[in-house]
């Protein structure tokens, strides 16, 4: 059972309630150039990423965000989302550049770096009051990387554990929310994360998230944060992500991924889409099952096959059938009773003759 969260509008997309589970990712160019910025946006958009993050670090970021949405405007992206990610100076930067504040449909935030000591409730006030001004959506994101080392230091003189840490972001979290809440920005205007880089401690902090937020949740982004490049990067949030996904918990999500070798930013965004697709969560594309293949297996022509299906199913869109390729006789033809096209091969000591299933 999905927790069951309020609904939060960020430009025409909803997360949360009974919307399907968001999928977002954040580009890694410069922003301030705007041309480069919007182009990654839309390769992002057009992968699949609902919801598209921006850097907004420095005035001449903030300055190229109003340029970034006259390019999307102008290239037929109107309904992209553009999330603006703040860190430190944010409050001057939307001070400064009304546009940029106006221009944004959703402001992350990290209560972590806000400001330090009288000037972190002044700070976030400046923000949570802009926003509200805008009518703007905030995600509250707290990141263990980036502790209120006041907030953990007097936690711990209280009552010192192993688990410290996760209770420190998961308390600055929630309480932002609530000060965020008391200033006048509406719950469903709000959405929270508490990201950290290790599986474990993410399974746990989200879960107390939730054990804390009580009978009025908020809206959830879940992401591992620092997770790494390659597979690693991918098994280690996919583990992560999907075990809180079954225990209903999350209405948007992020996959991270350090790029190798120029490795695409929109791999981010499938890894996303196959991690939902696995868990039936929604659907993209067709299923394709394919054996590993074996000592029985005619490996030339069956891989040449499996290569060409998915080829041609990545590059189609086509409607989200199931779709099996089996390579020899032990389980192809159970496996592809249970699709819906289904091709099963002839291994190496079989009839050379190929059943095909259609429903």
Known sequence: MRLSTPTVKIRNTKLGGKNPIAIQSMTNTDTADAQATATQCIELYEAGSELVRITVDNEASAEAVPEIRKILDAKGYKDLPLIGDFHFIGHKLLEKYPQCAKTLDKYRINPGNVGFGKSHDENFEKIIKIAIKNKKPVRIGGN???????????????????????????????????????????????????????????????ELLVKKMGR????????????????????????????????????????????????????????????????????????????????????????????????????????????????????????????????????????????????
Not at 150 to 161: F, G, R, Y
Not at 184 to 190: E, P, Q, V
Not at 319 to 329: D, F, L, Q, R, S
């Open 144 to 206: 263990w990387g980036s502790l209120d080392q006041e907030l953990l230091t007097k936690l711990m003189d209280k009552n010192p554990d192993e688990d410290i840490r996760i209770k420190t972001l998961v308390k600055s979290t929630l309480d932002s929310a609530k000060l965020a809440e008391k200033l006048g920005l509406k719950h469903d205007k709000i959405v929270l994360s508490v990201k950290v880089s290790d599986v474990q401690e993410l399974i746990k902090a989200y």
């Open 216 to 359: 009025k949740p908020y809206a959830l982004h879940l992401g591992l944060t620092e997770a790494g490049s390659g597979l690693q990067g991918i098994v280690s949030s996919t583990v992560a992500l999907a075990i809180l996904l079954q225990k209903g918990i999350g209405d948007t999500i992020r996959i991270s991924i350090t790029p190798q070798n120029n490795e695409p930013r929109i791999r981010e965004v499938q890894a996303c889409k196959h991690l939902l697709q696995s868990l039936d969560l929604r659907r993209f594309q067709p299923k394709i099952v394919s054996c590993p293949g074996c000592g029985r297996t005619n490996n030339a022509l069956f891989q040449k096959i499996v290569k060409e299906v998915n080829h041609y199913v990545g590059k189609n869109n086509l409607e989200p059938i199931n779709i099996a390729v089996m390579g020899c006789v032990v389980n192809g033809p159970g496996e592809s009773r249970q699709a819906d096209v289904a091709l099963h091969l002839p291994g190496k000591n079989e009839k050379v003759s190929a059943s095909v299933y259609i429903k």
